[in-house]
């Protein structure tokens, strides 16, 4: 890289993306000024006279400020990864991307792409077939992440450590959909990668390479495929029924012990390659597969470790795939090809909390966002809402509709205070039940004294003719 490096107030950064000012060659250095509080630009010259590109934006301690003041007054250069990458001094220094080698990634081992590919099937439901899944789903898997930081930065566990750090604060946010696997269970397989790589199973024939391999990852899911003779038999029928009964003990134990989902899912995910002698068989996994959807990244490590000799088309192509996308090309001073980079995501993660703060950035694909972990290392999150997969869900949405269930405007004592009343307004406004009754008895005993005098008249005359006189 051919870079000139300029030190800036954070008021001159707007004007220098927008090409309002030309910086003076006067103040350039050959190499950035991290001791400096405030903006350190790296500038390339594409040459042919033209001018210098603003091509990397190194921020300090301030950069909470900067990146505040910047959104406030000069929304237009916001965020700052439309022009340039952003990267802060700490991971310029540790990185040591100041030389950083111009070079393509060198070979891929065979487990990183398999277990790319098995994620990818894993977080999906997996029933479309491996052919049928499309590569672009790679870029978002955490396993291709961490991939891609060992091969760009060989050697540097921090690079790596950092990058896991980095994917465990993003999954939690809630803005993000959640996934089926999560970061926690990747820990735990790409620890285990460091240690099978040199398992050497040259010698060993596809049973025993498998149950060798699973031996170091598991011994009790290990001794379950060693004990089932059908498994490593030369009749597909028997291969089937050996696979059949591996799901059956697992099933009659997933519910009882927790502790056997994880050696379960490896035995299940060994026994499916054993059933297809490769890769061919697996859809065997997939009624499983969405009780247990860690056990297909399981399979695409054995896989993985077993290498291409025993994969089929399908599985061959779409590794190669992954593969293909791994080893891009990478420079610190080329443009970013992701949506934020990380100082700007964290800062904008830490000072605000709605969806909107994220959905409104500008983005390749509007349900997705691609955040820059380390420089030259993608991944690409879901935003939860309407339009997300259906095996994404929208846990903060899920959690404001339960509070404004547990918080309703009318309470439940409201409400039934309120159809005491009515009902006591009912009573009142009802017309009485003996008024009818009482007209009737009235009518009735008129009807009575009438008929009790006439017979008086009949019987005394002289009676009468007194009272008429």
């Not at 250069?77 to 991971?91: A, G, I, W």
Request: with cysteine; glycine share 6%.
């Amino acid at each position: 890289m051919s870079l000139i490096w300029y030190s800036l107030a954070q008021q001159e950064l707007p004007q220098v993306l927008l090409g309002e000012i030309t910086l003076s060659s006067d103040d350039a250095k050959s190499e950035p000024d991290l001791n400096c509080s405030d903006t350190v630009l790296g500038m390339s010259d594409p040459g042919d006279g033209a001018s210098p590109v603003v091509a990397i934006v190194l921020v300090g301690l301030t950069r909470k400020a900067l990146f505040s003041w910047i959104s406030a007054y000069a929304e237009e250069v916001f965020p700052l990864t439309q022009f340039s990458r952003v990267c802060s001094f700490e991971d310029w220094f540790e990185l040591d991307l100041r030389s950083h080698k111009e070079s393509i990634v060198g070979p891929v081992n065979p487990i990183w792409p398999s277990l790319v590919l098995g994620e990818m099937l894993g977080q999906v439901d997996a029933g479309a077939g491996v052919a049928a899944t499309p590569l672009v789903r790679a870029s978002a898997c955490f396993s291709f992440t961490v991939a891609r930081s060992t091969l760009l930065y060989p050697g540097n566990k921090s690079a790596e450590a950092k990058c896991i750090e980095r994917l465990e604060v993003v999954e939690r946010d809630l803005r993000f959909g959640h996934r089926q696997i999560t970061v926690a269970f990747f820990k735990k397989v790409w620890s285990i990668i460091h240690c099978i790589q040199t398992v050497s199973l040259k010698t060993l024939n596809f049973p025993d390479a498998i149950i060798q391999v699973v031996t170091v990852i598991d011994s009790r899911a290990a001794g379950l495929l060693a004990a089932n003779y059908a498994l490593q038999s030369d009749s597909a029928e028997s291969r089937i029924i050996g696979f059949d009964s591996i799901v059956n003990t697992f099933l009659s134990q997933r519910s009882s012990d927790e502790v056997w989902r994880d050696s379960g899912a490896i035995a299940l995910a060994a026994a499916s390659l054993l059933a297809g002698r490769g890769t061919g068989h697996i859809q065997l996994l997939a009624p499983t597969a969405k009780l247990v959807p860690e056990t297909l990244p399981w399979f695409g490590l054995l896989a993985g470790v077993l290498g291409p000799r025993n994969w089929d088309k399908a599985w061959m192509q779409q590794a190669k795939g992954v593969e293909r996308a791994l080893r891009q090309f990478f420079r610190p001073d080329e443009p970013v090809t992701a949506d934020l980079c990380w100082p700007e995501y964290e800062w904008l993660s830490q000072t605000y909390n709605s969806l909107e703060a994220i959905s409104n950035i500008p983005k390749g694909s509007p349900r997705n966002l691609a955040i820059e972990l380390l420089p030259g290392v993608n991944c690409q999150f879901r935003l939860a809402g309407p339009g997300a997969n259906v095996s994404v869900k929208d846990e903060r949405n899920i959690a404001e509709t339960e509070h404004r269930q547990r918080t309703s405007v009318i309470s439940e004592s409201n409400i039934a205070q309120a159809v005491n009343l009515i009902e006591q307004a009912r009573r009142l406004l009802q017309p009485q039940e003996t008024a009818e009754p009482v007209h009737g008895n009235l009518f009735e005993n008129c009807a009575s004294a009438t008929q009790v005098r006439r017979p008086r008249r009949k019987s005394g005359g002289k009676q009468d003719k007194t009272s008429s006189t």
